[in-house]
């Protein structure tokens, strides 16, 4: 059974920094793509970041170019994102999804049950 | 970057009942769409990936169709479970973008 176990969110101020990790079982890890998806409160998907499963292909949302930074270890199958700089509007459920490939280009067929992240002074 | 526009942005329809929600590109995605669906207090569900192809475990009332442009998914007769918030994404190129999702009501 594929689980994908994210933690790392809480309560920050503006400015500050977080990682999340996110935590993948029941797969070959390093067959896939990855992706980091987020939900802020009441709204709608925002694809965050997304990679390849050999981490040669890494891609950003706009909204978090240069301050967000994404990274996997396939041999802890886990995967990251750091995220520094953080402002208001990155409050949100951050989830962890599995692609369907091994590409960045690929479609998220198994997700987390995300965990928040709230940037509140 | 691609934008995807998803109409209705609700409806509220009955059991037993057939619906079709459109998503509409911004410019060609081919047929790099898919479609998820979102109940509340939960991660969304992938139905359908390169714009026809059910996912694992979909049942057979779930299609798609489209390329280019305009897509479209449809729910032959709905069932209890149905109702929730669908959302349609691209892969074409980066940002993987969605569309603001439409929310299925019952009526």
């Known amino acids: 059974e594929v689980q994908l176990v994210e933690s790392g969110g809480g309560l920050v101020q503006p400015g500050r920094s977080l990682r999340l990790s996110c935590a993948a079982s029941g797969f070959t890890f390093l067959d896939y793509g990855m992706h980091w998806v987020r939900q802020a409160p009441g709204k709608g998907l925002e694809w965050v970041s997304g990679i390849s499963w050999n981490s040669d292909s890494i891609e950003y949302a706009d909204s978090v170019k240069g301050r967000f930074t994404i990274s996997r270890d396939n041999a802890r199958n886990s995967l990251y994102l750091q995220m520094n700089s953080l402002r208001a509007e990155d409050t949100a459920l951050y989830y962890c999804a599995k692609g369907n490939s091994y590409s960045m280009s690929s479609f998220c067929d198994y997700w987390g049950q995300g965990t928040l992240v709230t940037v509140s002074s | 970057e691609i934008v995807l526009t998803q109409s209705p942005a609700t409806l509220s329809l009955s059991p037993g009942e057939r619906v079709t929600l459109s998503c509409r590109a911004s410019?060609?995605?081919?047929?790099?769409l898919a479609w998820y669906q979102q109940k509340p207090g939960q991660p969304p569900r992938l139905l359908m990936y390169d714009a026809s192809n059910r996912a694992t475990g979909i049942p057979a009332r779930f299609s798609g169709s489209g390329s280019g442009t305009d897509f479209t998914l449809t729910i032959s007769s709905l069932e209890p479970e149905d109702f929730a918030v669908y959302y349609c994404?691209?892969?074409?190129?980066?940002?993987?973008?969605f569309g603001q999702g439409t929310k299925l009501g019952i009526k």
């Open positions: 994404q691209h892969r074409y190129n980066r940002p993987n973008t």
């Open positions: 410019q060609s995605v081919s047929s790099f």
